[in-house]
């Protein structure tokens, strides 16, 4: 009776915990996009220089340009991307450029969409560079 008893809360709470695994993993992942983003906009900021942040499953990477025009960039930052903690990013990848000012080149916002088990998160990123998490 006992190992009947065991077995049912078992079967309970365990998925309970998966989900909470699924949901803690997408988080982290999404705080890691944001600081990806406030990288690219420290370092154009601090050195006066385009930045490209270059976000794709496998990586995180902040590239500089050496001056307008030129078509050599050096790397900055990397760091793993969200496939490392078993975090698909379900968006496509995607490069945000930003100016020497800090605020990102380009037409329009973009969605990354991030998924592990039953958890998703949206993280969006303005044209101006704001960045923010969407359940």
Avoid: C, K
């Avoid at 699924?22 to 406030?38: K, N, S, T, Y």
């Avoid at 001056?67 to 990013?89: F, H, K, M, N």
């Amino acid at each position: 009776m006992a190992i009947a008893l065991i077995g049912l809360l078992a079967g309970v709470v365990a998925p309970r915990f998966a989900f909470l695994g699924d949901r803690i993993a997408v988080e982290h992942e999404a705080g890691r996009l944001l600081v990806a983003h406030r990288t690219a906009w420290l370092y154009a900021r601090t050195h006066h220089r385009l930045a490209l942040l270059r976000i794709t499953s496998d990586s995180l990477a902040v590239w500089t340009v050496s001056s307008a025009g030129a078509s050599d960039t050096t790397l900055a930052w990397i760091g793993p991307g969200p496939i490392r903690a078993g975090v698909q990013l379900t968006s496509p990848s995607h490069t945000t450029v930003l100016a020497p000012d800090g605020v990102a080149m380009g037409l329009a916002n973009f969605t990354h969409v991030l998924t592990r088990g039953g958890a998703t998160r949206r993280v969006v990123v303005s044209r101006l560079g704001r960045v923010r998490v969407v359940p």
